[in-house]
């Protein structure tokens, strides 16, 4: 059986987590718009007949302007140093850019590259072209391949590229295992994925979630902390006479009771923590230290 440990890398909003939810076939990471929406290294457990493809999904890279960036990307460059090939993709949509540069510069391991090309219907011929002139500058021995998650295509040939690379090896988890989340993370990401949707600026970027207690023994409750830097950014949260927090609330209750299978209460509540992203004591709170 071939077997192994596969990060996805780039920069924020390349579609590395829809890769990852098309791959597995289930919602493993969750997906925004909005740059830092994946966090933290999330993995996606694929199985087939004659493989177990373990990926890592990785925090968007970019030039950290806070410790909780410093951490994010610190967890990306720890699981491409560590682990057996590296996806580096790239939105096919968009020129070679700074922040392209930036990450090209970086990712200078000796794990081998995948140089993957996403949102591919997107593009066209001449700018696709483009790209990989630029990528073969700094990968000029790595493979390259483009597909389109959203419009399933060459997906197949992705995972088939992949299998070539790994050795063979044991399976590390349980054929019907698909991810190495527990249930409390799944239902933070969740609800901050609600808030990424509902709220514009910078209030989503300044949120963490903590779920404090899940308690089935006693009516299938959930109770979690919505973290804040500051007083305002909570009255936009809580919105005019609680209607936002309850638009939270509705949205996540709904996923979660959809990942489980049955109806929960879910009860929220909104915390200042003041410049959290900077304090490394509540980051290691968070799991980050």
């Known amino acids: 059986m071939k077997s192994g440990f596969v990060t996805i890398l780039g920069r924020p909003?390349?579609?590395?987590?829809?890769?990852?939810?098309?791959?597995?076939?289930?919602?493993?990471s969750i997906i925004s718009p909005k740059s830092q929406t994946t966090r933290d290294a999330i993995q996606?457990?694929?199985n087939d007949e004659d493989s177990q493809?373990?990926?890592?999904?990785?925090?968007?890279?970019?030039?950290p302007k806070t410790e909780l960036?410093?951490?994010?990307?610190?967890?990306?460059?720890?699981?491409?140093?560590?682990?057996?090939?590296?996806?580096?993709?790239?939105?096919?949509?968009?020129?070679f850019s700074d922040s392209d540069l930036f990450i090209s510069k970086n990712v200078r391991f000796t794990t081998p590259v995948i140089i993957v090309f996403s949102k591919i219907d997107l593009t066209n011929v001449l700018l696709i072209n483009e790209l990989k002139e630029k990528y073969k500058e700094f990968f000029p021995n790595s493979e390259m391949v483009e597909i389109s998650s959203l419009e399933n295509?060459?997906?197949?040939?992705?995972?088939?590229?992949?299998k070539s690379y790994l050795p063979e090896g044991p399976q590390y988890y349980d054929a019907n295992t698909i991810t190495n989340r527990d249930f409390t993370f799944m239902v933070q990401e969740i609800i901050r994925e609600k808030i990424l949707?509902?709220?514009?600026?910078?209030?989503?970027?300044?949120?963490a979630v903590i779920c404090d207690e899940i308690s089935f023994s006693t009516g299938k409750n959930i109770f979690a902390k919505i973290i804040v830097e500051k007083e305002s950014q909570k009255g936009i949260i809580i919105g005019k006479k609680g209607s936002m927090i309850k638009k939270i609330g509705i949205e996540s209750r709904k996923?979660?009771?959809?990942?489980?299978?049955?109806?929960?209460?879910?009860?929220?509540?909104?915390?200042?923590?003041?410049?959290?992203?900077?304090?490394?004591?509540?980051?290691a709170k968070l799991g980050y230290k």
């Open 13 to 28: 909003n390349v579609g590395k987590s829809t890769l990852i939810n098309t791959i597995i076939g289930k919602k493993i």
């Open 44 to 46: 996606g457990i694929y």
């Open 53 to 63: 493809i373990i990926f890592v999904d990785t925090p968007g890279i970019h030039k």
């Open 69 to 95: 960036e410093k951490e994010m990307d610190k967890i990306a460059y720890y699981n491409a140093k560590n682990n057996d090939l590296v996806l580096l993709m790239v939105d096919a949509s968009k020129r």
């Open 153 to 162: 295509f060459n997906i197949d040939f992705l995972i088939s590229r992949i």
């Open 197 to 207: 949707k509902l709220l514009k600026e910078e209030v989503p970027h300044s949120i």
């Open 255 to 283: 996923d979660i009771e959809k990942l489980l299978g049955y109806n929960i209460n879910l009860e929220l509540l909104v915390q200042v923590v003041e410049n959290w992203k900077n304090s490394s004591s509540f980051l």
